[in-house]
């Protein structure tokens, strides 16, 4: 089994994650990706924040009945401030030996990862997979690919190196970091929360299951 985690603050869970995620999945032939909402992110404002329980409910609404997708409530469970080696520690123990993880996450949270707890032995856990995004810093696909490799030689190892024939950064003591290039999807939350503050329709941007839960449980008026 090979089993990509993908954590985000899902809020909401909008069609940004779901179609690159469709296309990691391919890419890498992941047997499963697991959607694993925060249940405190340490690095979101609470401003605007859906509660635990519906953001849940609506990565659930996300995943059902979608091929190799699956929804996980580890870090709700868990309470408290959401770190992502906690949430990798208990997949590393809870599945069989055989599973191959992967690690998710788009460019932007990526290059914020060196203010993540423990994210020296995280890169040393297992493999990532790094996804582009449009506009992420203001930064076009070539730029996102050169900020990467300034960050990760700059900010966390000047071991990194870029191998062409694996489109992954490479290190002797760290699992490697493949980067990505996903059909761009120029989709946020944010967007989502400020359309529907100002009354705008949403219907292309989230699953329809899930904007039917946002309107009937009033989020993010
Ligand atoms: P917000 O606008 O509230 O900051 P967000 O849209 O970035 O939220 P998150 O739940 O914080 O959504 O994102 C979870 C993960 O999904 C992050 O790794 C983020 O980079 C990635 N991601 C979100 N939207 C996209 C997108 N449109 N394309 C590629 N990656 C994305």
Redesign the pocket.
């Known amino acids: 089994m090979r089993i990509g985690l993908?954590?985000?603050?899902?809020?909401p869970i909008?069609l940004?994650?779901l179609k690159?995620i469709g296309e990691v999945r391919d890419a890498f032939s992941l047997d499963q990706v697991v959607l694993i909402p925060a249940a405190i992110p340490p690095h979101?404002p609470a401003r605007d924040m859906a509660g635990t329980e519906d953001r849940m409910a609506m990565v659930r609404l996300a995943a059902a009945g979608r091929q190799g997708l699956a929804a996980c409530d580890v870090e709700i469970q868990r309470e408290g401030v959401s770190y992502s080696i906690d949430t990798v520690d208990h997949f590393q123990r809870t599945q069989a030996p055989e599973t191959e993880l992967f690690f998710i996450?788009?460019?932007?949270?990526f290059l914020e990862i060196d203010t993540w707890k423990a994210h020296d032995k995280l890169l040393e856990r297992l493999p990532f997979i790094v996804?582009?995004?449009?506009d992420a810093g203001r930064l076009d696909l070539d730029g996102q690919h050169e900020a990467l490799g300034v960050f990760l030689h700059d900010r966390l190892s000047g071991g990194y190196r870029y191998d062409p024939a694996r489109k992954a950064f490479v290190h002797n003591r760290k699992q490697p970091l493949y980067v990505l290039e996903?059909t761009p999807?120029?989709?946020?939350?944010?967007?989502i929360r400020d359309r529907i503050r100002k009354g705008r329709p949403i219907s292309d941007l989230v699953p329809g299951s899930v904007h039917d839960y946002i309107h009937q449980r009033g989020l993010y008026q």
């Open positions: 993908f954590g985000g603050t899902f809020n909008h940004g994650h690159t979101k996450v788009g460019v932007d949270a996804m582009t995004r449009p996903v999807v120029d989709i946020s939350s944010t967007r």
